[in-house]
């Protein structure tokens, strides 16, 4: 934890997060109603309304500020809807192997393999529409991800000698895993709880967008489907899309960040590598090819699968 | 050549592209399972809801032929799953409500070249462009192309695609007037093969393929430069090189194929990431492909085309995976 705040990138991650949790915290009391109709619909920036109004008349900052709390809450909520669920079946497969392994494994891959969109779609088209039911399409066509990762950690671990020591023992699974396993790699819980969030943002912004969402709520992705609803484009009205567009940007930075941080801070190996080659430009020697730094922190969000890691009934 | 272990080296090639096949057909049916379950397991019955929606607006004849296509009768589940199974195997989708009385097949029939030519040709592009930069990138490391293009890519990579495009429609598309605001190609236009239509087809797709490519940029690009510097730290590297070969060379065909593979993995499973994005990046050009469709659908409740999208969607992505398999199998000796 130390180490998390002396990183400037987890401070300013945390700082940024901080920020917008505390206007969807307390945000909505602050603005005017935002979906009262104040004005002359598309009006642009002006002293009254410092970010215009939006094609209904209503104010495009209220809105953005009042969009935040359910935008945050949904995201948040799937993150660890999908932690959850990816830490159960992925310790459940990696912990006890054999078949439980292989169906499991099948399930998370062909999970991972579908296209997301197009199932959520079909599956939000026919719920009630409304931030619950996006919150259960995102976990239901998320979950695998988390699964995936905590599933080979809990692999990596299994094979461990205090792990073995306490199957020896005979110790319950469920305490192994509770006691044993989890707490090792709570590193990894913590960064996918994060990416996980990261998804459901923007996901959910996607969903709301194409009008699954309940387009009666302002949350951000309602705002954008307005905003192409209302021909935003076709009139040039660009400040009732950019100011949403960029809170969701600013948030997905911030997990971003964050988990970049959380990355070096498990893999201390970085950082060394980072500090020695700072001391060799300190000196004046300029690193080569030949000091090497793995930078596994930058590797992107959407995870690889490895194509050659044997599929089922394997 | 022993050319015994040729053959048996070739064989458990096609052994790997066999078994990927069954996951992939696995999947398949899995989705194609998910798809007959949804509608029945969801509460308030939005099935019997959705024929109820459209009484007055189908033909009675209409209606059987839908419920038909569903497999949704009277008969007891595993009937209408059979029956249902039947019909998608026949690629039988249904009739879609929205546009009656073509068939599910026509309609999207109509719309997959368009999705294939902008999805296609900016997935490819950006996996190029992407791979190349980030080879140059980590050959170079600490070069200008480094130092700026990876935090600027990472965050272009934190906004949604789809507002993106419409920050760029508004930018070249309203304000500067560069590009066309929607559609594939001029409404004047019939489509023929001459160069008038082809122009417009291109001008029309430049805009929304540029913000594909963008947004999606960066993932391969870091992807890509991170395998690369744990390569370049390899002693055949440095053996090369103190070789005397042309430093190009050592780059490209010494580094770079070997750091291809694990990008080549991730294009597959990307590519449902870069589907549903460049839909939704479809939806704001008005480009006429499955993401258009898509909204169209789920505007006007047409169940029976949301789900067809679905099926080809995912059919579409599963295929490709496997094409990815035989790409990796065939660059990657170990599968062998």
């Known amino acids: 934890m130390k180490g998390l705040f002396a990183s400037r990138q987890a401070l300013a991650g945390l700082a940024l997060l901080a920020l917008f949790a505390l206007v969807a915290l307390f945000g909505p009391y602050l603005v005017q109603d935002p979906t009262a109709f104040v004005g002359v619909p598309l009006e642009p920036p002006s002293g009254a309304h410092w970010l215009g109004t939006n094609g209904q008349g209503q104010d495009v900052l209220a809105q953005t500020i009042a969009g935040a709390r359910m935008s945050l809450l949904v995201g948040f909520a799937v993150g660890f809807g999908v932690v959850a669920i990816g830490a159960v079946v992925g310790t459940a497969a990696g912990f006890f192997g054999g078949l439980i392994d292989d169906g499991l494994s099948l399930l998370i891959n062909v999970f991972l393999i579908m296209p997301g969109l197009p199932l959520m779609v079909v599956i939000a088209a026919y719920l009630p529409p409304g931030p619950v039911t996006i919150a259960w399409v995102l976990i239901f066509t998320g979950w695998a991800w988390g699964a995936r990762v905590i599933r080979s950690q809990t692999l990596a671990l299994r094979n461990k000698d205090f792990v073995s020591a306490a199957i020896v023992t005979g110790e319950h699974p469920l305490r192994i895993i509770l006691w044993e396993i989890l707490p090792n790699q709570s590193g990894l819980l913590v960064s996918s709880f994060i990416g996980a969030t990261l998804y459901a943002i923007g996901a959910q912004v996607g969903l709301e967008f194409l009008g699954l969402g309940d387009v009666s709520q302002v949350t951000w992705g309602t705002n954008l489907y307005w905003a192409s609803n209302d021909a935003a484009l076709l009139t040039g009205s660009w400040w009732t899309f950019v100011p949403t567009g960029l809170c969701v940007a600013l948030v997905g930075l911030a997990l971003g960040l964050l988990n970049n941080a959380i990355d070096e801070l498990s893999n201390p190996r970085l950082k060394r590598e980072t500090a020695y080659e700072r001391r060799l430009r300190a000196a004046g020697v300029k690193p080569g090819t030949a000091t090497a730094v793995l930078l596994e922190r930058n590797v992107p969000v959407v995870p690889a699968i490895d194509a050659a890691e044997p599929v089922g009934g394997e | ?336």
């Open chain 2, 1 to 336: 050549m022993n050319l015994s272990r040729a053959s048996s080296k070739l064989k458990s090639g096609l052994k790997f592209v066999l078994r990927r096949l069954g996951f992939y057909l696995m999947a398949a049916w899995a989705s194609i399972t998910l798809a007959f379950l949804i509608p029945r397991l969801m509460p308030g019955d939005p099935a019997s809801a959705m024929f109820a929606r459209f009484k007055g607006q189908l033909k009675p004849e209409a209606m059987d032929a839908l419920r038909q296509a569903f497999g949704f009768s009277d008969a007891p589940l595993h009937q209408q799953y059979l029956s249902y199974l039947g019909h998608v195997l026949r690629g039988d989708l249904g009739i879609s409500i929205s546009h009656f009385p073509a068939s599910v097949n026509t309609v999207i029939g109509g719309a997959l070249f368009w999705t294939l030519l902008l999805a296609g040709v900016s997935v490819v592009l950006s996996f190029g462009i992407g791979t190349a930069l980030g080879v140059i990138s980590a050959w170079r490391r600490d070069g200008k192309l480094d130092r700026f293009a990876p935090p600027a890519l990472i965050f272009l990579g934190a906004f949604p695609y789809f507002w993106l495009a419409m920050l760029a429609l508004f930018l070249f598309g309203f304000e500067l007037g560069w590009f066309p605001l929607g559609h594939a190609y001029a409404d004047h236009l019939t489509p023929e093969f001459s160069w008038a239509f082809i122009g417009s087809v291109l001008k029309h797709a430049i805009l929304p393929a540029v913000t594909i490519v963008v947004a999606t940029l960066g993932g391969w690009m870091l992807s890509m430069r991170n395998t690369m510097i744990s390569v370049l730290g390899e002693d055949y590297i440095s053996l090369a090189q103190a070789k005397g070969l042309l430093s190009r060379r050592v780059m490209w065909i010494y580094a770079a194929r070997n750091a291809l593979l694990p990008n080549v993995t991730g294009f597959g499973m990307a590519l449902g990431f870069v589907l549903s994005g460049s839909l939704l990046t479809e939806i704001i050009f008005s480009y006429p492909g499955q993401g258009y469709l898509l909204i169209q659908a789920v505007r006007s409740l047409d169940y029976p085309l949301i789900q067809g999208l679905f099926l080809t969607i995912t059919l579409a992505v599963l295929g490709a995976n496997w094409l990815v398999d035989i790409a990796y199998a065939w660059l990657d000796p170990r599968t062998r």
